[in-house]
C-alpha cells in the first residue's frame, strides 16, 4: 500500500512539474522582441535617447505582432511607454512635425487587410512627458451611385463635390445586379476607406502630412478614385490645407 501511494505522490510531481515546465515554456515563447532600436534626441534636452519598438508574436513563426509598443528610455534615467495596436512590420520615422524644434515620433502599423490599411501613431517626449499628438482624421465624405452608371462623393471639409463617369464598368455593374438597364437597383453608397496611407511630405515649405483614402464602388477591389488630404500642425491642431481627387479607370481582361 505504500509502494502504491509511493508511485501516486511521484507520478503527480512529475505531471505537475511537467505543467508548470509547459506555463513557463509558454511565457518564453510570448515574450516581446524588439522590432527596431534608435537612438535619437526626442526630449530637447540634446542628449540621445533611446528608442525601441516591440512587439509580442501571435505565434511561434508568425509575422503578425498581437502586441506593440513604443517605449523610449530616455535621459533622464526613466522609461516610458505607449501600447500601440497589433500588425505587421512597425516603421518609425523621426521628424519635426508640430513646429517646436523637437523630434516627434511617427509610426505607422501595416493591418494586414485586403484594404491595404495601416494604423498611425504620433508621440512627443518634449520634456519628458511622452504626449499623443494623435493624427489628422481621414476625411468625411459623402457618396452614393447614380442612376446612368455614375456616382458622386462629396467631401464634406470642403463642401466640394465630384461626380463619376463608370459607365465602363456597366458590365460588371449589371451582372452583379448594381444596375439594371442603367437604372440603379436599390440606393447605394460606396466604400469610403481610412488612409492606406499616411506619410511626411513638405506642405507649404513646412513638414506635414498627405493622407490617401481608397474609394471603391461594388466591392473593395473596385477603385473608383483615391482622395489625397494635405495637412500641417498649427496652433495644437492638424488643419487640412488642400485636396485632390484622382479618378481610376476600370481595369478590363
Known sequence: MKKELLFAFA??????????????????DHKAVTVSKNK???????????????????????????E????????????????????????????VLNHDSIKDMFISIPTGGSG???????????????????????????????????????????KQSYTFDL???SEEYERLGLYLNGKLSEPTELMVNPYSTLKIIPVEGQNGLLGVQRISGAYNADTI??????????????????????KMNSRKP
Open 167 to 169: 459607365r465602363d464598368r
Open 116 to 158: 491595404g490599411l495601416s494604423n498611425f501613431y504620433l508621440y512627443t517626449l518634449k520634456d519628458f512627458t511622452l504626449t499623443e499628438l494623435a493624427v489628422p482624421s481621414p476625411l468625411v465624405i459623402n457618396s452614393q451611385f447614380e442612376n446612368g452608371y455614375k456616382a458622386n462623393i462629396r467631401i464634406q471639409d470642403t
Open 225 to 246: 478614385a483615391f482622395v489625397e488630404s494635405f495637412w500641417l500642425y498649427e496652433e495644437g491642431k492638424w488643419m487640412l490645407k488642400d485636396t485632390k481627387v484622382m
Open 40 to 66: 535619437v534626441d526626442v526630449t530637447g534636452d540634446t542628449k540621445a535617447d533611446t528608442v525601441y519598438i516591440k512587439g509580442v508574436y501571435y505565434e511561434e513563426g508568425a509575422s503578425f505582432l498581437k
Open 68 to 95: 506593440i509598443s513604443l517605449e523610449i528610455k530616455a535621459s533622464d534615467g526613466n522609461t516610458y511607454k505607449a501600447e500601440l495596436a497589433g500588425g505587421y512590420e512597425p516603421q518609425i520615422q523621426f521628424e
Open 11 to 28: 507520478a503527480f510531481f512529475f505531471m505537475s512539474l511537467s505543467a508548470i515546465t509547459g506555463v513557463y515554456a509558454g511565457e518564453e
